[in-house]
């Protein structure tokens, strides 16, 4: 019961980001900006809880009882769930309440737009490619050769200043250039294929001119390219909201979540690094420039270049369709 029920609550979190918009309610740019970012912000700081969560259990022996402090823990946690219920049961003005309107042929309209077609089609780019090595690239942050402590530290750095310095400057820029927070996160490029090459191919594990520093300039590189990466899933939301109508943005977000659902498992199945970075995201560490020479390179393989080029296509994709469908052009 307890898995089934959180399936269930995971399948509906495209809801949690598109029925927090509504254009209807007269709401400006800069404030789903601000509520983006809150979003975004606040999910990666949970995500990363999680992860340490995760890593303290696999590092416990199958027969190690659990702590009893930690329903000290779990309880407050579930608490504060159901409280977050109520607020949103009884706690919405009315105008999330009310009934959606009727739309005529609503599926013709949604799959005209191009700008959907292409989002559905970076979700399969971006999944096939990137979701086979999504958990061992979380794992480099709490595996790094440094104190919990100075992790937990850079993570509120990142995750909460770097984070809330951005927040507000993307919010002020917002209010006069709308368009700057969605051309600005798909300028960033592949932040995530980025994160996953450093994570996971071990150039972050080695930084012999950093010194000591070494471990704590790969992590704060890390985090870092985690933010570049939230910035980018906020800004792409964002696309979304400025092209679409409230309802078009759930139903293609639903879409999305299936379709990167289907992805996943085939990519499991079929893809080169279903069981490990593989040569999509080689280990650097390995090659010899001496004695190898170029074609001994890791980075030679097929995969790793396709996988780049589809990320590298999805935001020449953005860039085009976005012109052509932006409602509020500079």
């Given at each position: 019961a307890a898995t089934w029920s959180y399936a269930v609550a995971s399948s509906a979190a495209f809801l949690y980001f598109g029925l927090n918009f509504g254009e209807e309610a007269g709401a400006a740019t800069e404030v789903w900006t601000m509520r983006a970012c809150i979003v975004q912000g606040s999910q990666q700081i949970w995500v990363a809880a999680l992860w340490y969560w995760g890593s303290e259990l696999a590092n416990q022996a199958k027969t190690t009882a659990p702590p009893w402090w930690i329903v000290l823990i779990l309880w407050p946690l579930a608490i504060i769930s159901l409280g977050f219920g109520y607020c949103l049961q009884w706690g919405l003005p009315e105008y999330y309440r009310q009934v959606p309107p009727a739309v005529p042929n609503f599926m013709a309209t949604l799959f005209r737009r191009k700008i959907v077609l292409?989002?559905?089609?970076?979700?399969?780019?971006?999944?096939?490619?990137?979701?086979?090595?999504?958990?061992?690239?979380?794992?480099?942050?709490?595996?790094?050769?440094?104190?919990?402590?100075?992790?937990?530290?850079?993570?509120?750095?990142?995750?909460?200043?770097?984070?809330?310095?951005?927040?507000?400057?993307?919010t002020q820029f917002a209010k006069v250039h709308t368009w700057l927070l969605p051309v600005f996160a798909v300028g960033l490029g592949a932040p995530r294929w980025c994160q996953m090459l450093w994570g996971t191919s071990s150039l972050a594990l080695y930084i012999p001119w950093a010194g000591n520093a070494g471990p704590y300039l790969g992590t704060s590189l890390w985090l870092w390219l985690g933010v570049l990466d939230a910035i980018q899933g906020v800004g792409l939301g964002m696309i979304l909201l400025q092209t679409l109508s409230r309802l078009h943005v759930c139903a293609t977000l639903a879409f999305a979540q299936l379709i990167g659902c289907i992805c996943v498992a085939v990519a499991r199945a079929t893809a080169p690094n279903r069981i490990g970075p593989?040569?999509?995201?080689p280990d650097a560490s390995s090659w010899d420039f001496n004695r190898e020479g170029i074609s001994g390179s890791p980075m030679a393989n097929w995969p790793f270049w396709i996988a780049l080029t589809c990320q590298l296509v999805i935001v020449f994709g953005y860039f085009w369709f976005y012109r052509k469908e932006q409602l509020s052009r500079p």
């Open positions: 292409w989002f559905l089609a970076s979700e399969i780019l971006r999944d096939y490619w990137l979701s086979g090595p999504y958990g061992r690239n979380w794992s480099f942050l709490w595996s790094a050769p440094i104190p919990k402590g100075a992790i937990l530290a850079l993570i509120i750095v990142f995750f909460v200043f770097v984070w809330g310095i951005l927040m507000y400057i993307l593989g040569n999509v995201f």
